[in-house]
C-alpha cells in the first residue's frame, strides 16, 4: 500500500519540479529573445529547419483535410438543400479551428521533436557545456533562435495550410461534386469575417508556436544527457507539446468565440 | 546547406505564407467590405426578425446593396431595431421603400431585401424605412395551420 503511493508522490514532486524548471527556463529564453533580430541569418536558418522543412507535410495535409471537409460537408447539407453554404463550412472550420491546430500538432511532431532531439544530442555530445566555457550563452546561441523560428513559422504554415484547405475543398465540392462556384466563394466571402475568424486563428497559432517550441527546446535541454535520455525527451515533446496545444486550443476558443 | 540556398528557400516560405494570409483575407472574408467603408445608415424596425444576424446581407432586386450594421431591441415599442448599412454608390432609394426579412432557399441564411417604392425623395442617411414585413417564423405557420386543421374537424364533428 506504501508503495504505489509513494510512487505518486514522488512522480507529482517530479512533474512539478519540471513545471518550475520549464517555468524559469522561459525567462532568459524571452531576456535573449530581441538580441536575435541583430543575427537575421542565425533565424533564417532556423526558420529554414523549422519551417520550411515542415512546408511539405503541411501542405499535404491541408489539401487532403480541405478535400475530406468538402466530400463530408457535400453530403451532410446536400440532406438540407443548403449546399451552396460549403464554402463557409468548409473554410470557418479549417481557418477558425482545423488550420491553426492540426498545423501545431504536425509541426508538434516534426519540427518539435525534431529539435527536441538535436539539442538534447548538442547536450549528451557536450556541446552546450563547451559552448558555456567558451562564455558563450547556450541561450542567446542555441535556444533562443529556435524557439523565436516557431512562433514565425507556425503562423505561416497555418495560413498555407487554411489557404490550401479551401482549394481542397473547392476542388472536391465544385470541380469533382459539380457545385456552382460563386455561391462557394460569396458564401465564403459573407460568411467569414476578418478580425473575428482570420485574425484570431492568426493569433491562436502564435500561441500554439510559442507553446510548441517552447517545450521542444525546454524538453531537449533537461534531457537526461545519454542516447536513451534523448530518444524519450523526444516522445516526451510529442506528446506534452500536443496536449498543450489542445489545452491552449479550448482556453483561446473559450476567450475568442466564448460570447456571442 | 549553402547560407544563400538557405536564405532563398526561407524567403520563398515566407512569401508564400503571406500569400496565402492575402489569399485568405481578400477571397475568403469579407475584408473587401471594409475596404468601400463608404455608407450611409438607415433604420427599420420589425417585429420579428427571427434568425437575422449582423453581416447578413441586404439586397435590391437580388442585388446585394448592403448590410446589416446593427441590430437592437427597443424598449418602448417592443420591436427589433435593425440598422442596414447600404453602399454609399446606391443613395437613390425612395422613402417609401419597403424591408422585408426573406430566407435564401428552404433554411438558408436570413437576409433584407428592400422593395423600392415610387416616392420622390430619396433615403438618406439616418432616415427610418417605415413600411417593414417580419421574418417568416416557421413555427408560427404549422401552428396557425394545426389551429385551422382542428377548427375544421371540429366542425365536421358537430354536424
Do not use: C
Not at chain 1, 519551417?51 to 489539401?63: A, K, T
Not at chain 1, 451552396?84 to 491546430?101: D, Q
Not at chain 1, 546561441?141 to 516557431?150: E, F, I
Not at chain 2, 544563400?4 to 475568403?28: D, K, N, Q, Y
Amino acid at each position: 500500500m506504501i508503495g504505489p503511493l509513494q510512487g505518486l508522490g514522488a512522480r507529482t514532486l517530479e512533474g512539478l519540479a519540471r513545471l518550475g524548471r520549464a517555468g524559469g527556463f522561459l525567462l532568459p529564453l524571452l531576456a535573449a529573445v530581441p538580441a536575435q533580430f541583430l543575427a537575421p541569418r542565425r533565424l533564417a536558418k532556423q526558420v529554414f529547419s523549422v519551417g520550411v522543412l515542415s512546408l511539405v507535410i503541411i501542405l499535404v495535409s491541408g489539401l487532403f483535410v480541405g478535400m475530406v471537409l468538402g466530400l463530408q460537408g457535400y453530403n451532410t447539407l446536400v440532406d438540407f438543400g443548403s449546399e451552396s453554404s460549403l464554402g463557409i463550412v468548409v473554410a470557418l472550420s479549417l481557418v477558425r479551428e482545423l488550420g491553426p491546430v492540426l498545423s501545431a500538432l504536425l509541426f508538434a511532431g516534426r519540427a518539435g521533436s525534431a529539435l527536441t532531439a538535436e539539442i538534447g544530442l548538442m547536450k549528451a555530445t557536450e556541446q552546450l557545456s563547451a559552448l558555456e566555457m567558451m562564455a558563450v550563452d547556450p541561450f542567446r546561441r542555441v535556444l533562443a533562435p529556435r524557439w523565436l523560428a516557431g512562433f514565425i513559422s507556425l503562423p505561416l504554415l497555418a495560413a498555407v495550410f487554411s489557404a490550401v484547405g479551401i482549394l481542397g475543398g473547392y476542388l472536391v465540392g465544385v470541380k469533382l461534386l459539380g457545385l456552382d462556384p460563386a455561391p462557394y466563394w460569396s458564401h465564403m466571402e459573407s460568411g467569414v469575417d476578418f478580425f473575428d475568424d482570420i485574425l484570431n486563428g492568426v493569433i491562436k497559432s502564435v500561441v500554439f508556436g510559442a507553446v510548441v517550441t517552447w517545450v521542444a527546446v525546454f524538453e531537449g535541454y533537461d534531457a537526461v544527457p545519454t542516447a536513451e535520455g534523448v530518444g524519450r525527451a523526444t516522445t516526451r515533446t510529442v506528446v506534452t507539446a500536443s496536449l498543450a496545444v489542445l489545452g491552449a486550443d479550448f482556453l483561446l476558443t473559450a476567450l475568442m468565440f466564448g460570447e456571442p | 546547406m549553402q547560407s544563400r540556398t538557405v536564405e532563398l528557400w526561407v524567403g520563398l516560405f515566407v512569401a508564400l505564407g503571406l500569400a496565402a494570409l492575402a489569399f485568405l483575407s481578400v477571397r475568403a472574408s469579407n475584408l473587401a467590405e471594409y475596404r468601400d467603408g463608404d455608407a450611409y445608415t438607415v433604420v427599420a424596425r420589425f417585429e420579428n426578425i427571427g434568425s437575422l444576424r449582423v453581416r447578413a446581407p441586404v439586397t435590391v432586386a437580388g442585388v446585394r446593396v448592403g448590410r446589416v450594421a446593427a441590430i437592437d431591441f427597443d424598449n418602448e415599442q417592443f420591436k427589433a431595431v435593425v440598422k442596414l448599412a447600404i453602399t454609399a454608390r446606391y443613395d437613390n432609394l425612395p422613402q417609401d421603400t419597403v424591408a422585408a426579412i426573406r430566407t435564401a432557399g428552404l433554411i438558408g441564411e436570413q437576409f433584407i431585401g428592400l422593395d423600392p417604392g415610387g416616392a420622390p425623395d430619396p433615403l438618406k442617411d439616418g432616415d427610418e424605412i417605415e413600411i417593414t414585413q417580419s421574418a417568416l417564423v416557421i413555427e408560427q405557420l404549422i401552428g396557425q395551420f394545426l389551429y385551422g386543421q382542428a377548427g375544421k374537424s371540429d366542425k365536421e364533428g358537430s354536424k
